[in-house]
Each structure stands twice: as structure tokens, then as C-alpha cells.
């Protein structure tokens, strides 16, 4: 069975990204942790070295926690555009480049998709994939992943959210989640799916 937190348990967000952090600690709020941010503990990053969304949230999340002395959550994400062959998938945010340009990573994505002729009338097919994994400092870990399905648009739409959020348009919805409120997001995103995962077999929710 896995390791439950109790409520006031002490959790570190094990990203430096803050999108992701801000979403994950709104995600978690209701459920009376505290939280603080690697970054915050001056936590380095450590590589990402996995060749899977699943195996790049166990190695950050093993990380902060063994320096920290602390369970911890972490996160790794990223789009996968079925034209491309998935990617740029687990190099989501390398296509970003140093400064985590995200403008110019969207801007990558239309051009590798114009090259290919990919673009039609209602935009290629896309999903964001989000693995979630909770460790302990004693090695103990439990990881959960959820996806959400869509298409691309172009021009990108919206300054809400962060990453590819303005470019990616939701399966029945009629605004990208650069355009959607954070909760309308949260309601249906690829974290929140993986999110509910982590409550069930970790918060008793």
C-alpha cells in the first residue's frame, strides 16, 4: 500500500519551474499541506536523464527529498504532437532553450509541423502528458500520470498559464489553456488527471 501524507505533513514542490510549481500548490491547497518550492530551499536540478515523463519526475522527486530530508512531489511534463512523432514529448522544455523561451519553442513546433505539411483546418492532433511522482527521503516512491488530447492552433492564443498552453486548444472546448482561468483549467488538465491519481493512493481523497 502506498505511504499516505497526513494533513500538515511538510512537502516539497520539487521544480524550478514556477507555472508549474503555482499549479501544483494551488492543486494540493485544499488538502492542508505545507509546501515549499525546491528553489526556495536552494535545491539544485539535477539532470534529467530518463527517457520517459514518469522516469524524469522519479529522479527530480528522489532528489529533493533525499537533500531535503522531506517527501516531495515532483512534476515533469510536456507535449506530444503525433505529427512530429510525439515530440518535442520529455524535451518539452529544452525546445525552449536556456532562458526558457516558450515563444520560441511554440514557434519550432509550426515550423517542424509547416515543413512536414502537417497543418490542416482544425490544427494536428496534440496531447500534454504529466507524470507526477511523490518520494520519501527513504527511497520510498509512488509515480501517476495523466494526459489530456487536442489540437494545435496557430497563432499561439491567450497569456494565461505558461509553455505551450496558448497553442494548445482541449478536445470540446472552444478556448486554448492560455486562454482559460486557471480553475477552468485545473478542472481538465493533463496535472489535475495525474493529480487525481496522487490524492487517491496518497491523501485518502
Avoid at 143 to 158: H, S
Wanted: hydrophobic share 45%; net charge negative.
Amino acid at each position: 500500500m502506498t505511504r499516505r501524507l497526513a494533513p500538515g505533513a511538510r512537502l516539497v514542490v520539487a521544480s524550478h519551474n514556477a507555472g508549474k510549481v503555482a499549479e501544483i500548490e494551488a492543486l494540493i491547497a485544499p488538502f492542508g499541506l505545507t509546501t515549499v518550492a525546491a528553489a526556495d530551499l536552494g535545491l539544485p536540478e539535477p539532470d534529467e536523464t530518463g527517457t520517459t515523463f514518469v522516469e524524469n519526475a522519479e529522479i527530480k522527486a528522489i532528489a529533493a527529498a533525499t537533500a531535503a530530508g522531506l517527501p516531495a512531489l515532483a512534476d515533469d511534463s510536456g507535449l506530444e504532437v503525433l505529427a512530429l512523432g510525439g515530440a518535442p514529448g520529455i524535451y518539452s522544455a529544452r525546445w525552449a532553450g536556456p532562458d526558457r523561451n516558450f515563444a520560441v519553442a511554440m514557434q519550432r513546433v509550426h515550423d517542424e509541423l509547416a515543413d512536414r505539411g502537417a497543418w490542416r483546418r482544425e490544427g494536428p492532433f496534440a496531447n500534454f502528458t504529466a507524470a507526477l511522482c511523490l518520494a520519501w527521503p527513504d527511497g520510498e516512491e509512488a509515480a501517476f500520470e495523466g494526459k489530456v488530447y487536442g489540437c494545435l492552433v496557430w497563432p499561439p492564443r491567450g497569456t494565461k498559464g505558461f509553455g505551450y498552453d496558448p497553442m494548445f486548444l482541449p478536445e470540446g472546448e472552444t478556448l486554448t489553456f492560455g486562454e482559460m482561468e486557471p480553475d477552468a483549467k485545473h478542472a481538465i488538465s493533463h496535472r489535475a488527471r495525474a493529480f487525481d491519481g496522487f490524492v487517491r493512493a496518497c491523501l485518502g481523497g
